[in-house]
């Protein structure tokens, strides 16, 4: 039986998240006390060599990132924390805000002192109200007590625009504008908000800072697999018995989180796929339900880690009505920028939809396929690139699935 | 109801307001109006078709009225297998308009959403961001009821 390894999640339920005290009170803000006694390059040092890598998704070395900052010389520099959580499936950042908001902002505090910035941004997702109250409460308590030091925290809502999680639209979003991904490069890190170098974390990668940088890299190293230590904080939906939000080390397979924290298929059924990462994410099989969760390991089978949704289906399940569904989400979602996203979502859903109501051909398949892997590279961002992996795994692994439409 | 020329100018100082303060009149509204686009183009020094574009690009914020109480549908894909349909069918059913609609009364507007990060309690409904889950039809006219 695997069992929860809480870091991200370590004060869940025995922190009072709107009484800043109970943090401070079970070690809250040490670490930013002996961050802020390292050299800055000691500091980004010892957050690279841990290994963590980006929670959002893209699974870029922290520490490395914060070293890009560092390095250029700026008269201004800002941190910003992306917890704009649009993947369809995840809530694992709200759950974190929720309950534990210090750990958070202590994160991005010990991050502005690592790369000499006293701004911070939080990005949150305009459908959680209620999350910015519990932010603008626990950031009024950290600097009414002096905790944050001269690093100031303001919080900034989305509105309801999935490709904003997309850093460089972030990043325009915050500037007041459409949120449409910028050209790269420059990369953020070195020209972001206003032109300034920007670090962009994930709520869960900012939360893992203080215990990283409380315990030491060679601790946070030995965790899970070693290409991308730590735990995962990972979301269940779907056909599960436990529709829960779960932490566990990185080297946990796909099966051990099914059965040993989901309970299993709900309603005695059979289990038919999962897609994990959201809904851009890779369906996967049975057949590789033993891979562990870590980067690499989903990489390898061509499916992803991402945020970490698991959405489940049982053999009751039509995959191709599932697929359809999702192919709407990109067609909405896309920012319309760049020509192969704005039109291949479209082109995508309508011929899904026409294998769904079963007005399709053979060579829809193959054509599905062609579009597929032309948008994968020649989309401007990740949302046009991995909105086919849906497609493309279920032609891969569910064919039969598309045949069995066909008049 | 404060002026929207008054929630507006409160944020011109704010590097990057506009959106910001499109929220701040929303929630007071539950829409933005036509007029407080251009009142925004201009506090923000930006060309109306700018601050238009800027409002409409997020699905969040909705220029040009609707209902007092708006009522989104979660349709993404682990609402979707949850039911979602069945609940926009009760949904229909219990206010007498379609998806996209508002009541004659002004009271009530339809309308879809991507997953609103309650996936805990599939399928899933919000109302003014107040989110309801694990939504059946049966459940629906005692949701509704709270806000009639
Ligand atoms: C379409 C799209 C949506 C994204 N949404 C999110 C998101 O909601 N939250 C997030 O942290 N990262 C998201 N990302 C990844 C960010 O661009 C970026 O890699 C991340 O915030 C960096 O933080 P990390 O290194 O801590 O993961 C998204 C990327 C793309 C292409
Ligand atoms: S890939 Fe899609 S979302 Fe990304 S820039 Fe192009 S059109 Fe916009
Ligand atoms: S999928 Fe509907 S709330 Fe997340």
Known sequence: MAEEMRIVLRNYGKVDPLNIDSYTQVGGYQALAKAKSMSQPDLIEEVKKSGLRGRGGAGFNTGMKWGFSYGVKADQKYVICNADEGEPGTYKDRIIMENDPQSVLEGMAICGYAIGANKGYIYCRGEYPYVVEILNKAIAQASEKGLLGDFNIEVRMGAGAYVCGEESALIESIEGHRGEPRFKPPFPPVIGLWGKPTIVNNVETFANIPAIVDKGADWYKGIGAAGYPGTKVMTLTGDIVNRTVIEVPTNTTIRQVLNDFGGGIAGGKKFKAVQIGGTSGGFIPESLLDTPIDFDSMSAIGATLGSGAFFVMDETRDIVDVIDRISKFFAHESCGKCTPCREGTQRMHEMLHRVKNGGAVAGDLDFMERLGSVMSKACLCGLGQAAPAPVLTTLKHFRNDYTAKFN | ?148
């Open chain 2, 1 to 148: 109801m404060a002026d929207y020329r008054e929630i507006i100018s409160a944020y011109k100082e704010v590097p990057g307001g506009i959106i910001e303060a499109y929220h701040a009149v929303q929630k007071e509204y539950s829409y933005i109006p036509e007029d407080a686009v251009v009142y925004a183009a201009q506090v923000f020094d930006m060309p109306k078709a700018k601050a238009y574009g800027v409002a409409t690009f997020y699905s969040y914020l909705q220029v040009g009225p609707r209902g007092k109480n708006v009522i989104r549908i979660c349709e993404s894909a682990p609402c979707h297998i949850a039911g979602a349909d069945k609940v926009v069918a009760a949904l229909e059913k219990e206010l007498g308009i379609k998806m996209g609609e508002t009541t004659p009364d002004g009271k009530f507007t339809l309308e879809f959403a991507e997953c609103v990060g309650q996936c805990q309690a599939t399928p899933v409904i919000t109302i003014n961001s107040q989110p309801y889950g694990d939504v059946t039809a049966d459940k629906v006219a005692a949701i509704l009821a709270e806000y009639k």
